[in-house]
């Protein structure tokens, strides 16, 4: 065994460790240092780590480090729970092995490249029950530690964990002082990855642009020493200004049609206000250059906003500053800057909200990158039916990259690479004309979807927004199984007209008119905030006042956007369109809901009396566990159900997939979750009730053979998912399908569960 003193690999000295944490005091520092070191040497390692943990964005970043020869390139940073280091400390035990890259939860870190460390040691640092660290010991491959040096070493670690405790709340101070100074930006000169997590589809390379709350109003202190002289007045700008916002709109129409008519709205109103732009005109008629007024103004309203306890009115403040960056524009005759800003850019954000979307949208940004727990649930969806390439990362040290630095992001892999080498370089433009290539051959798709057998499963399409359909058709979707028609809500600042609604919803039948389209009602709440319909947060906001419930509570709501859906049904004579009831949870909810169809229904009667009455089939989404208590009834009330795995498997095993505390329970094949489903297609087929699914689990090869099994012949599916679920599907036959459901309806463990889906899945494909 090498012994630290003899190592043979480049070993760094202790101590000098890169740019790890330049900000951490010197006396934290050595205190790292040598305790690094002294595991080192006490316990003959060839290498250790010690990482300490930040409880506010779950990470886990390498703060010493002895051995490791690619350390000191970049900051090392761990999700909690990533890695083996990361479960010692999630599971709160010392993990011990002899073979690392063998165990669950192994990752090999880019920056540990060495393969031949593989003894492993990882104790955890605890204070109490609280986190503070872990320390990971390394021998070479075949050297193992003995039981007694096991001991040694975790005694030593509880010994440390206090002073540890310390030194890592003096990191936090320090890490946080430096992110109020505006924190020294992070220089990387060679190929850097980090792990994240996908929450988008797809890749992209481009120039680093940030997008820090703290921005806002920097930026404008800047633009009025960069500005040239103006050689408008305001009032020569103004129709400028609104001129190029319609463009913009109509642009925008082709991507995003129902937020397009009124994405300006805001804007629009404030450049005729009287308190603004009047503000703004009396400070110039007392002397003030006209660039000064603009940001003098506008400042005072971004800040105003900015201090709102209402995260809509927050928002506002970006509207403003997008309006005055653009009136500064117009008045002192510079090109257009603003809309090419976002071009060919991935935007790093801190936090990214609907609106930002749709300023993101507007524009042709690239990707994004974005830091963690930045988002909700709907942001996502929409990024993702914007085919814009995200993704998440637990760190916030990727904020203070300089703009324009070169940065990949790469979904499929789940990383993002900064300064990528000129190999990494090229090989992502090959396999942008492989794209490009393969986009040709394309559209040669099947129309339907037949089991191996010839049994028909109809793959349809789930849709946020209208462009959508477009990917929809494209895959060959049967139809639209989903339609959240939460999306409208979201783009607004206010709840859209009863007439908006009915025009998205006419234009969505309108993009869709031979294939049958479910729309669901609104299903606001949870982690799908909507800040001006909720004026509060709730404590435990998903077990909260959400979805069917929230719109029965505000039947208002509810029956606007039900006589828009009707009054577009009758409209466009569509008797293949239906309605969905999200969240559903008893027998009387279902009725209610139902209520007001009818009531609805009948209010419009009169405006359609030359015409045949269409009575839309209404139907409900299985997401609530509590359901399968009531299926029975529901199966002679409901129209057809649609099981909502992704919140049918939160509610069931009590899991919020977004925590990362516990996103490792969220387990779809949980026996638990088969044989709910089960239940629930076996009523369904008793009944003669249409059943289809368009949670996440549809699209997963490892359950689509199980879902045909219990009897699942409909699934809805993100578009870009249905050609790989009609390859699939055509592999298996229905009896290999049952068979398979059988057995794993038959096991009690998830690890004999994982398994037989293993096994299958190699029965089927070799
Ligand atoms: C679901 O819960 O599975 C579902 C499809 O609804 P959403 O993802 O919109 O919550
Ligand atoms: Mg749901």
Known sequence: MNTPAETSVETLPVGSQGNMDAAA????????????????????????????????????????????????????????????????????????TEMASTMRGYTRHHNFPDDDLQTFLGIPLLYGKERVGAIMLQRRTGVPFLAEEISAARLKAEELATRMQSANAMLLVENAEDLAAGAKPLILTEETTFKGSAASHGWAMGKVK???????????????????????????????????????????????????????????????????????????ESGTPVTEAIVTISNEFINFFRKSATEYIREKAHDIEDLALRLLEAVTASPDSLDEDQASHVIIAEKLLPSDVLRIAQGHVLGIVLVAGGSTAHVTLLVRSLKIPMIILPERDILRLPEGENIVIDCANEKVIVHPSNATVKKFNERRLEEERERVTYKSDQKETYTQDGTRIRLNANINIISDINAAVDANAEGIGLYRTEFPFIMRQTVPSESDQKAIYARIMDRMPDKPIVFRTLDAGGDKVIPYLFGTTEDNPAMGLRSIRFTLKYPFILDQQLRALLRAIQEKRRADVSIMFPMISSAEEFDAGKEHIESCLESIIPEFEDREIIEPEVGLMIEIPSVLGVIDRLCETADFFSIGTNDFIQYMLAVDRSNPNVSNMYIPHHPAVLRGLKIIAAAAIRHDVPLSLCGEMGRDSRYI????????????????????????????TVEQCREHANTLLSLNYISEIEEAIDAFASSIFG
Request: a neutral charge; charged letters at 25%; glycine letters at 6%.
């Open 25 to 96: 005091s010197s006396g934290t520092r050595r205190f790292l240092d040598q305790s690094v070191n002294m595991f080192a040497h006490r316990f003959k390692c060839d290498a250790c780590g010690l990482f300490l943990y930040d409880e506010s964005n779950r990470t886990l970043t390498l703060r010493a480090a002895y051995g490791y020869p690619m350390f000191g390139k970049a900051s090392i940073v761990l999700k909690a729970g990533e890695g083996l280091i990361g479960r010692c400390l999630a599971e709160r035990r010392s993990i011990y």
């Open 210 to 284: 940030i997008l820090a709350e703290t921005n806002v109003s920097g930026l404008m202190a800047d633009k009025v020493t960069s500005y040239p002289p103006a050689t408008r007045t305001l009032e020569e700008a103004i129709p400028i200004v609104e001129e190029r916002f319609k463009n913009i709109a109509k642009t925008l129409d082709e991507r995003l049609p129902e937020a397009a008519s009124m994405i300006f709205e805001s804007e629009i109103m404030m450049m005729h206000d009287d308190n603004f732009i009047g503000k703004m005109n009396r400070l110039v």
């Open 705 to 732: 053979p199980f879902l045909i099994g219990i009897g699942l012949r409909s699934l809805s599916l993100e578009p870009t998912h249905i050609p790989a679920a009609q390859q699939l599907i055509s592999r298996f």
